[in-house]
């Protein structure tokens, strides 16, 4: 007789534990995709396609460095990125909305730099000032 009510009174404990954390929690469910598409949309929400400078393209890195810090003294204003594409680094200038834009830019420093390509890519929202 004790067993029975021992056995029913941990049978009401779990069935009462398992009712307290089921109760008021939500957990949706989507699809794959979707889920894929809501974390791709929060990471390029102030990104568009435009243009940048290809400066470098080497896979020296102080050489890529030192390049950066050059290109910072001749445009302040503008942003320079290094990205790394196995086995190379690779020097990119600016965030242009335009291909013309990118062009008057890349004039200027035609000569300065070992390449000045102009790239179709993915930026950043160009700054104000």
Known sequence: MLVTRV???????????????????????????????????????????????????????????????????????????ITFEAPYFNLMAGDFRTEIEAEVVRKELLGLFPLTVIQRTRIKLPRID
Do not use: M
Not at 28 to 45: G, L, M, Q, V
């Open 7 to 81: 056995s029913f009174f941990i049978l009401i404990l779990s069935v009462l534990s398992f009712w307290n954390t089921s109760l008021g929690q939500f957990i949706p469910h989507a699809d794959p995709i979707i889920e894929k598409n809501i974390d791709s949309n929060r990471t390029y929400r102030n990104e568009l396609i435009g243009f940048r400078i290809q400066l470098a393209f080497d896979s020296d890195k102080p050489l890529i460095d030192s390049l950066r810090l050059k290109f910072i003294g001749l445009c302040p204003k503008q942003d320079a990125y």
